[in-house]
C-alpha cells in the first residue's frame, strides 16, 4: 500500500475486507484497449467500488488514454489526485456545476440547447472555447439528443464556438448479442456520423462499445471503446461471458472475512430473523461478520454461498444488517478461518455473476453496492 497509487491507509478491526488487484485491473485494461481503438476506462460510482483513484491511475498505466465518469464531483476527485488525462462526464453538466467543471478541465457532454448555453456562459471571458462531445440517442432513450435531430444540434455547437471533441451514443442491449436492436443503434449513429462528414464537420472522437460492445461487436468500436465493468474482471453478462473468458478478464475484486464465531446446532433448530432456515440434521454453524449494511444483498438469506476451507457454504437464514451465517456441516471450522464471499478459495470461486444470478440482480451491482464500512486492501500496487 503506498501513497503514490492513492491508496488511504485504513484502521482495521472487523477482517472483512474488499481486496482489490490492481495488476488484475491493469491486466483487464491491457488486453481491453482494441488494437486500434483508445480506451476510455469508466471510473464512475467510485470505479465501480473498487476505488476511483487507485483503479484510474491502474487503468491510465495499462493504456487507458481516457476516463469516464457520471458526475462532475467524480472528475474533480481524481484531478485532484493528479489524474491529467481527458476525463468525459458521461451526462451534461448539471446547472450550476460548470465553473468547478471547466476549472478542473473535465469534458463536459453535451445534448440540449439549454447546457450549451450554460457551457457557454461559463467560459465567457476564458479566451479559447471550451471543447464538448456530443451524445447522441440512438434508442436507449436514456439522455442523448434524438438521433434523427442529432446533426442540426452539432450544427449549432460548432456554430456556438464550442470544439466539438467528439460524437457518441450508448448501446442499449449489447449483452445479448442475439438482439438485432443493437445493429439498429449502430445503423442509426452511422447515419448521423455520415451526415456530419458530408457536411464538412469531422465528428471527432467517435465511441460507442460500453464492455459488451467491447466483447462482442467489433463494428461498434469506431475511435474508442467506454469499458467499466469488464475492467474489473467482470463479465456484463452471460450472452458475451464466452468472449470475457477468451480475453481472459480477471476479477480485480475479492470480498473475504473470518469466522467470528462457531456453534453446533442440533437438527430441528431455526436460525437468524424470521427463522426462515431449520436444520434438518445437526450442522457446525459459522457466523460471518458482513451483512446487508455491507452490501451483502440480504437477498442471498438461505440462497448465497460462500467458501470456507476451500469448499462451498450455503448462507441458511436471513443475511443481517452486519452478520451472515454458514451451514459448514460436521467440517471442523473455527474462528478465524478465512471466508471468501466473493473470489478464490483453494480450487473454488465464487463470482459477483453468480451471486447476481442467485439474488436476482446484475453483478455490477454486486461490487458497486460493496459499502463504505468496508475497506479496500490494494494489491498489485
Ligand atoms: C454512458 C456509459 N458508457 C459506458 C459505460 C460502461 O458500461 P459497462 O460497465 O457496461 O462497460 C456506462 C456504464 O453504465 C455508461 O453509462
Same mark, same amino acid.
Given at each position: 500500500m503506498t501513497a503514490d497509487v492513492g491508496v488511504r491507509p485504513v484502521v482495521r478491526h472487523r477482517p /472483512? +475486507?474488499?481486496?482489490v488487484d490492481l495488476a488484475a485491473a491493469r491486466h483487464n485494461a491491457s488486453v481491453l484497449r482494441p488494437p486500434s481503438s483508445e480506451l476510455i476506462a469508466i471510473v464512475k460510482a467510485d470505479a465501480y467500488g473498487h476505488g476511483a483513484v487507485p483503479v484510474a491511475l491502474a487503468a491510465t498505466r495499462a493504456g487507458a488514454s481516457r476516463l469516464g465518469v457520471a458526475l462532475v464531483e467524480e472528475g474533480v476527485e481524481l484531478r485532484a489526485a493528479g489524474l491529467d488525462v481527458p476525463i468525459l462526464t458521461l451526462t451534461e453538466f448539471p446547472p450550476g456545476s460548470e465553473g468547478d467543471a471547466l $476549472?478542473?478541465?473535465?469534458?463536459?457532454?453535451?445534448y440540449t440547447r439549454a447546457a450549451l448555453d450554460r457551457l457557454l456562459a461559463a467560459s465567457a471571458g476564458a479566451? %479559447?472555447?471550451?471543447?464538448?462531445? #456530443?451524445? #447522441?440517442d440512438t434508442g436507449m432513450h436514456r439522455v442523448g439528443v434524438a438521433w434523427e435531430d442529432a446533426t442540426v444540434f452539432v450544427h449549432e455547437v460548432v456554430r456556438s464556438g464550442v470544439r466539438l471533441e467528439g460524437v457518441w451514443t450508448h448501446l442499449a442491449n449489447a449483452e445479448d448479442p442475439a438482439d438485432p436492436f443493437t445493429g439498429v443503434q449502430l445503423e442509426r449513429f452511422r447515419s448521423v456520423l455520415g451526415r456530419l462528414r458530408a457536411d464538412g464537420i469531422p465528428p471527432g472522437l467517435v465511441h460507442a462499445a460500453n464492455s459488451a460492445g467491447r466483447l462482442a461487436r467489433r463494428?461498434?468500436?469506431?475511435? *474508442?471503446?467506454r469499458v467499466g465493468v469488464a475492467l474489473y474482471g467482470v463479465s456484463p453478462g452471460a450472452g458475451v461471458a464466452g468472449a470475457a473468458r477468451d480475453l481472459g478478464l480477471r476479477p480485480a475484486m475479492s470480498l473475504r472475512s473470518e469466522v467470528s464465531f462457531v456453534k453446533r446446532l442440533a437438527a =430441528? %433448530? *431455526?436460525?437468524?430473523?424470521?427463522? /426462515?432456515? $431449520?436444520? %434438518?440434521r445437526d450442522a457446525t454453524v459459522a457466523t460471518v461478520p458482513v451483512g446487508y449494511a455491507d452490501g451483502y444483498p440480504r *437477498?442471498?438469506?438461505? $440462497?448465497? %454461498? *460462500?467458501?470456507v476451507g476451500g469448499r462451498r457454504r450455503r448462507v441458511i437464514g436471513s443475511v443481517t444488517m452486519d452478520q451472515l451465517l454458514l451451514d459448514c456441516g460436521d467440517d471442523a471450522v473455527e474462528v478465524g478461518d478465512e471466508v471468501i464471499l466473493v473470489g478464490r478459495q483453494g480450487g473454488e470461486e465464487i463470482t459477483a455473476a453468480e451471486l447476481a444470478d442467485l439474488a436476482g440482480t446484475i453483478p455490477y451491482?454486486?461490487?458497486?453496492?460493496? =459499502? +463504505?464500512? +468496508?475497506p479496500r486492501e490494494y494489491l498489485g500496487t
Open positions: /472483512t +475486507v474488499a481486496v $476549472r478542473a478541465g473535465l469534458t463536459p457532454t453535451l479566451g %479559447e472555447p471550451p471543447g464538448a462531445q #456530443v451524445k #447522441v463494428d461498434a468500436w469506431f475511435d *474508442a471503446v =430441528g %433448530e *431455526a436460525v437468524s430473523y424470521g427463522l /426462515t432456515h $431449520r436444520l %434438518e *437477498a442471498l438469506s438461505n $440462497r448465497g %454461498e *460462500a467458501l451491482e454486486i461490487v458497486c453496492r460493496i =459499502g +463504505v464500512r +468496508v
